[in-house]
């Protein structure tokens, strides 16, 4: 979608499928009980926000 649709959509996709997967890594890491898995999360956090500012910047023209 985040390809397919208009600019502002795919912006909102993919901060989205960001949120939902840091989510699940979030939700996993509490289930099995292990500190470690809490790095994964953290670090998809980050690579959505950049993913987000690269798709803004290189695919996007009339987002602000």
Known sequence: ?????????GVAAL???GAIATLV???LGEAFH????FDV???CVVLT?????V???FFAKDVP
């Not at 979608?1 to 959509?9: I, Q």
């Not at 292990?34 to 898995?37: P, V």
């Not at 926000?49 to 500012?53: D, M, Q, R, S, T």
């Open 1 to 9: 979608m985040a390809l397919r649709e208009s600019e502002l959509d």
């Open 34 to 37: 292990r500190s470690a898995y």
């Open 15 to 17: 901060e989205l499928g």
């Open 55 to 57: 798709f803004t910047r």
């Open 25 to 27: 890594l979030l939700c």
């Open 49 to 53: 926000w950049i993913g987000v500012l």
């Open 41 to 43: 999360p953290v670090v």
